[in-house]
């Protein structure tokens, strides 16, 4: 809660260091400098404190790693899972935290 209070835009990764999740945190670090004004924070996936990412409504019945959640002034406004390409981050990205 302390980085959406302290950020106005947020990206957290949720996953593991699998196939599934590797290329997503690849695309965040590609993507940072692109997007100065985004917070991009990943977490351990089987950590308890992911609990809050985990037990969301909307990543409730998320199957696949990564759980990806985009926060706009401490509101979730996107929840995606799986693999994704740095294109599909870009595309939300863009439609919620443009400047």
Known sequence: ????????NVMVCCGRMGPMCTPVYSAMKELENNYPHVEFR??????????????????????GLPFVVYYKNGKLVEATSSIQSKEQISTILDEYFTN
């Open 1 to 8: 809660s302390e980085v959406l209070n302290s950020n106005e």
């Open 42 to 63: 990943d977490m351990l996936f089987d950590n308890p404190h992911s609990a809050v990412i985990r037990n969301l409504p909307e990543t409730r019945n998320f199957m």
